[in-house]
């Protein structure tokens, strides 16, 4: 919110500078992001008077006018504004002045051949409007020539731009704001006086019909007749233009300017508008939620379809407002208005916060509703308004009713106990100046009293203790003991507080777990993965196990994900429309589901791969190289290898999503890892992606308990063998259900440990094999560390393989 300086010392006894007035209200939570000097916007700008005008003999829309700025003769200065006249009093920007709106220094100079000292200005060029069509032309009929414009101007004011904590409604207003200085200053405080108003009810014409009193617990309308529209006094625009508001007319801004005052939204309709939306002289103002197929055109202009979720103000049953939000363009104030109805309400924040949102609007109103208006002080605001339209649109109110379900007053307040004991023992010792103490009860009750709460002692044998009675416009923040004590540690000041720092410090360190999961993250990078991330929440779909929010912000985004697979397929569909082929990526995330225990997550690492990892395409005429499935296991294994697992692969078919024929299973230890496989033809065709895609997705849980055993931890160092190895290889028809992991593992324990490594180099399926069978070669590398193994040694371990392989496959041997 923008803060009129001249407007805060009007409401409070402060003398402070800008800078110590920002540096006070930051140090107690209000962050003063900007400080705003509107007298740098025209600093050298002083009166002049225009006393002839000539053409310019060079240019035809130029003119060469002599100005009087106070100086022993005329300067000449060339305008270009249509309106320049002599005898007229105009801002004149002097040689050497800066104009930083612009961004212009102002220099003597030649302009087509006439030299010119000076630059008669426009509103635009002093930062008072966007655009202006002419010059500036002071309406007084006798001014100081050169003496300071700025007065005349209004840029005597210096701006706060200060950001309020959501809890602070009472901060969105000027009076909310001023007591806070007062309380942090102790200046006194001079709030607006209420004016006494006496207007009739019951007559007129006017009816009210809440129905919905929760949703507005408070209506104020009011029939005021005779208004003059015209533009406001030169004070109000220029604090509706120090806040950011754009002035209207008197009526408008006085709305404006009260919303900015109390921090009461109030809206003024046109009473002649409404009859003729109402078809009928007598009006019922109502408040209700839309029905189906309603429209309303607010204020700027917009056709709105509305919900039911949406408030409205309605005119003998017909839309005319957004209640809490904007106003109706059928019903606004315009230069032919003569008769009003004010509206002052109450609005409750939940159902303003949702018709706001159903109708994509954010508006000053609307954001004060939803922080919570005191209620207070609305009969207060509604007076002030009234009594500003009577003095300055000279309208007089008819007639007022009023719809008022609020509770009785006394319950607009709340008691607090607060103990001393306890502020002490939250906030810490302070310094007292000469000593480090505890804060004192003087400072307590002085700090509270200063925020307008009312404090009464409790007596007890020890303890010092309060009842505190909080005012209304602190009602919605102030609610247990703990916020009392942080307005105490606020307004005592926090710089007062003593340092307690441990008496040893250690420096920080990594857990085993987010090292070993960096280190996951490394090896996936490293073999050419890019890391993705993608939103835990996903399209709800027909799963029992799918944990569904309650209160989603959309639909589209309304359950928790039950794995990371899924979401990759589409990044990998996404990333192909956009025409940058399938990616390689993984994801380090978590998934959530529902069992019979309850709701259960766990963390997942999950990728896909597919796209051609080579840079250089000309060898292949511009064309992408598939990724066959054994590249794809490639690289999965070569992650395995930099991280120390060894991993089996076992044939699996459980996933839908994966091709039933090229899925395997990964195995660690006896624990299942996860899966990896090719996406299955039918889902590939759904979405339009190439055949060599691959998808995998392992527990991280499982790859953490093992990586954290100690042989992985700290691995061991195996001596290098200096003597020679000895190959054999080995080949033979083995039934299709057997996998290589199960060979593997077999002759590995039938060889001992003389077999160094084992490896399939080759498999034929076709012409010669038997029906349900493979032809499988493996290349068997024999080594011992301490001596060159005889042939009669290798030939032994070798027929240990041959005879367990055909015990317990029964292979048929082809070599």
Request: charged share 25%; net charge negative; hydrophobic share 40%.
């Amino acid at each position: 919110m923008r803060i009129s300086l001249n407007w805060l010392r009007e409401l409070v006894d402060v003398t402070l500078a800008p800078q110590e007035i920002a540096e006070i209200l930051t140090n107690a939570g209000f962050e003063v992001e900007d400080i705003e000097d509107q007298r740098q916007l025209a600093d050298g700008v002083v009166v002049g008077k225009v006393l002839d005008v000539q053409p310019h003999p060079n240019a035809d829309k130029l003119r060469v006018t002599q100005v009087d700025i106070g100086d022993a003769s005329p300067v000449t200065i060339v305008c270009g504004a249509a309106n320049v006249r002599a005898e007229a009093y105009v801002p004149v920007a002097t040689v050497g002045t800066y104009l930083p709106t612009v961004d212009l220094k102002i220099r003597s100079s030649k302009l087509r051949g006439v030299r010119s000292e000076g630059m008669i200005c426009s509103l635009a060029e002093v930062g008072l409007e966007k655009e202006s069509q002419g010059i500036h032309i002071f309406e007084a009929q006798t001014l100081q020539v050169g003496s300071d414009a700025r007065p005349l101007l209004g840029l005597t004011d210096v701006i706060l731009d200060l950001t309020a904590t959501a809890n602070r409604a009472d901060a969105l207003s000027m009076v909310g704001v001023a007591r806070e200085v007062a309380a942090l200053t102790g200046a006194s405080l001079n709030l607006p006086a209420t004016p006494e108003l006496t207007i009739p009810q019951g007559t007129g014409g006017l009816t009210l019909k809440i129905a919905d009193p929760k949703a507005s617990p408070a209506y104020i309308g009011t029939v005021i007749e005779g208004v003059k529209i015209q533009p406001s006094p030169t004070w109000l625009k220029q604090r509706l233009q120090a806040a950011g508001v754009r002035p209207i007319n008197n009526v408008v801004d006085i709305t404006n300017y009260i919303l900015l005052e109390w921090g009461q939204p109030l809206h003024a309709f046109d009473r002649d508008r409404l009859q003729q939306v109402a078809g009928d002289k007598s009006l019922t103002i109502g408040v209700r939620l839309a029905k189906g197929e309603e429209s309303l055109t607010t204020l700027d202009g917009q056709s709105r379809t509305l919900d039911a979720q949406t408030l409205l103000i309605t005119a003998n049953d017909r839309p005319v407002a957004l209640g809490g939000v904007m106003g109706g363009e059928e019903t606004e104030v315009h230069e032919g208005t003569e008769n009003l109805v004010l509206e002052a309400a109450l609005f409750e924040p939940v159902a303003i916060r949702r018709s706001a949102r159903s109708q994509g609007l954010r508006t000053e109103a609307s954001t004060r509703y939803e922080r919570g208006v005191n209620q207070a002080e609305l009969g207060i605001a509604a007076k002030r308004a009234i009594a500003l339209i009577q003095e300055l649109a000279q309208g007089k109110p008819i007639v007022q009713e009023v719809a008022d379900t609020r509770p009785d007053p006394e319950s607009w307040v709340r008691s607090i106990e607060l103990r001393l004991e306890r502020v002490n023992q939250v906030l810490g010792p302070v310094d007292l100046g000469d000593e480090i103490g505890d804060i004192q009860p003087d400072d307590v009750e002085r700090i509270l009293t200063a925020l307008g709460c009312q404090l009464q002692s409790v007596e007890s044998d020890e303890a010092v203790k309060w009842m505190v009675t909080v005012p209304p416009y602190r009602y919605r923040d102030l609610e247990r003991e703990i916020d009392l004590i942080e307005e105490v540690a606020r307004l005592y000041g926090y710089d007062k507080f003593c340092e307690d720092l441990p008496p040893k410090t250690e420096p920080g360190y990594l857990s085993i777990d987010q090292v070993l999961i960096r280190k996951i993250r490394e090896a996936f990078r490293a073999a050419g993965l890019t890391e993705l991330l993608q939103y835990s929440l996903v399209k709800p779909e027909e799963k029992e196990e799918q944990i569904s929010l309650s209160n989603p912000l959309f639909v589209e985004y309304s359950a928790l994900r039950t794995d990371l697979l899924s979401g990759l397929i589409e990044v990998a569909q996404y990333n192909l429309e956009q025409k940058n082929g399938v990616l390689n990526g993984f994801e380090v995330g978590r998934i959530f589901w529902r069992d019979e225990e309850g709701f259960a997550e766990s963390d997942r690492v999950a990728g896909i791969l597919g796209g051609d990892p080579n840079q250089g395409k000309w060898i292949r005429g511009g064309q992408d190289a598939p990724m066959s499935w054994y590249e794809a296991k490639g690289i999965i294994e070569s992650v395995f290898e930099r991280l120390g697992l060894t991993v089996e692969y076992q044939p699996d078919r459980q996933d839908s999503r994966l091709h039933p024929g090229r899925t395997a299973s990964l195995w660690i230890q006896g624990d299942r890892l996860g899966r990896f496989g090719q996406l299955h033809p039918q889902l590939r065709a759904k979405l339009s992606l190439p055949d060599a895609v691959y998808g995998f997705e392992l527990d991280l849980d499982v790859m953490l308990n093992t990586l954290v055993q100690d042989e992985n931890l700290t691995p061991g160092f195996s001596v290098y063998s200096t003597f020679p190895a000895a190959d054999r290889d080995i080949a033979f028809f083995v039934p299709d259900t057997v996998s290589v992991a199960d060979i593997q593992r077999t002759t590995q324990k039938a060889a001992g440990t003389l077999l160094e490594s084992v490896q399939l180099f080759d498999e034929y399926r076709g012409e010669r094999v038997p029906e349900g069978q493979r032809s499988l070669a493996f290349r068997l590398i024999y080594r011992a560390g301490d001596r060159t193994l005889t042939d009669l040694e290798v030939e032994s371990a070798h027929q240990k393989v041959r005879d367990a392989l055909l015990e317990k496959f029964g292979v048929s041997l082809r070599s």
